[in-house]
T-cell receptor, first 114, second 114 residues
Framework: DSGVTQTPKHLITATGQRVTLRCSPR?????VYWYQQSLDQGLQFLIQ???????AKGNILERFSAQQFPDLHSELNLSSLELGDSALYFC?????????????FGEGSRLTVL | TQLLEQSPQFLSIQEGENLTVYCNSS?????LQWYRQEPGEGPVLLVT?????EVKKLKRLTFQFGDARKDSSLHITAAQPGDTGLYLC??????????????FGTGTLLAVQP
């Protein structure tokens, strides 16, 4: 158990819909990272938050948005869903923003868009 | 866009054999990590290397960071079925200020047959 909790574990929805994925980081970790993992693209970095503020952006689509709340949990919002958005979405946390410490991953949220 | 290429993509070997996985990029990384991911779970950190030329050993696993900090290798001696999994290298790239963005490699899927 990494200490990072992601909900829901599985989600099936239709194209055009909107979903919210939730992440609770390890206790005390200020940094939250979101990654998308698909068979053809591998593990793609989406976005990072540190203590409520956006710190780094990766290959995140404009249809996607995220935020980190004062209690440090984070949400990833995916809208106008397309078939190609089907993937495993991982949240990971780390104690700081600038260190090279271990990234602790949750078990992921598997999104299927039909 | 930084790209971390891993080779081979897939590797199926017999128990007791040795193997090497490579992680290459044209970018320089401030540090590099190796993770292993098992089905249904998130990646788990194996090692972090930060100095060019650094070699780290973790039981039967030997990790090396290239002198120019652009590449890395993972060598497994006498592989066991428990080593089966997806091996991912991840390079830390300066994003701005003191923030590191962690970019993952394309992955090597290892299957060790008993």
């Amino acid at each position: 158990d990494s200490g990072v909790t992601q909900t829901p574990k599985h989600l099936i929805t239709a194209t055009g819909q909107r979903v919210t994925l939730r992440c609770s980081p390890r206790s005390g970790d200020l940094s939250v990272y979101w990654y998308q993992q698909s068979l053809d693209q591998g593990l793609q970095f989406l976005i990072q938050y540190y203590n409520g503020e956006e710190r780094a952006k990766g290959n995140i689509l404009e249809r996607f948005s995220a935020q980190q709340f004062p209690d440090l949990h984070s949400e990833l919002n995916l809208s106008s869903l397309e078939l190609g958005d089907s993937a495993l979405y991982f949240c990971a946390s780390r104690a700081g923003a600038a260190d090279t410490g271990e990234l602790f991953f949750g078990e992921g949220s598997r999104l299927t868009v039909l | 866009t930084q790209l971390l290429e891993q080779s081979p993509q897939f590797l199926s070997i017999q128990e007791g054999e040795n193997l090497t996985v490579y992680c290459n990029s044209s970018s320089v990384f401030s540090s590099l990590q190796w993770y292993r991911q098992e089905p249904g779970e998130g990646p788990v950190l194996l090692v972090t290397v930060v100095t060019g030329g650094e070699v780290k050993k973790l039981k039967r696993l030997t990790f090396q960071f290239g002198d120019a900090r652009k590449d890395s290798s993972l060598h497994i001696t006498a592989a066991q079925p428990g080593d089966t999994g997806l091996y991912l290298c991840a390079g830390a790239v300066r994003y701005g200020g003191a923030t590191n963005k962690l970019i993952f490699g394309t992955g090597t899927l290892l299957a060790v047959q008993p």
